[in-house]
């Protein structure tokens, strides 16, 4: 199965930018879709984006549209989420997970996690 690994994370000021990158091993990384969540203190995680195997379909929350990117490079092995115009209700653990579905709803069809990367935004 493919391993994932965030990174990217840290603390930025209201209106700042992350990009938060989810480095995966194995072969079978070009035929998997991808979906970011997020969970923040008091609160349930949740996805935020999603992105096809083949990069070309994407899907985002509603709070996040206009204001996050997701996007990935298979020959890296690597998806992004580029965070802009951040606001503190963004602060949160940032996962990247792999499946074959396509629902941000059915976090359990998603069989492989990262271990998560924080992203702290101050007013």
């Known amino acids: 199965q493919v391993q994932l690994r965030e990174s990217g994370g840290g603390s930025v000021q209201a209106g700042g930018s992350l990009r938060l990158s989810c480095a995966a091993s194995?072969?079978?990384?070009?035929?998997?879709?991808m979906g970011w969540f997020r969970q923040a203190p008091g609160k349930e995680r949740e996805c935020v984006a999603l992105?096809?195997?083949?990069?070309?379909?994407?899907w985002y929350i509603d709070s996040v549209k206009g204001r996050f990117t997701v996007s990935r490079d298979n020959a890296k092995n690597t998806v992004f989420l580029q965070l802009d115009s951040l606001m503190p209700e963004d602060t949160a653990v940032y996962y990247c997970?792999?499946?074959?579905?396509?629902?941000?709803?059915?976090?359990?069809?998603?069989?492989?996690w990262g271990q998560g990367t924080q992203v702290t935004v101050s007013s």
């Open positions: 997970a792999a499946t074959r579905g396509w629902s941000p709803d059915a976090e359990e069809e998603f069989d492989s």
């Open positions: 194995g072969r079978t990384f070009g035929g998997l879709n």
């Open positions: 992105i096809s195997w083949r990069g070309d379909v994407t």
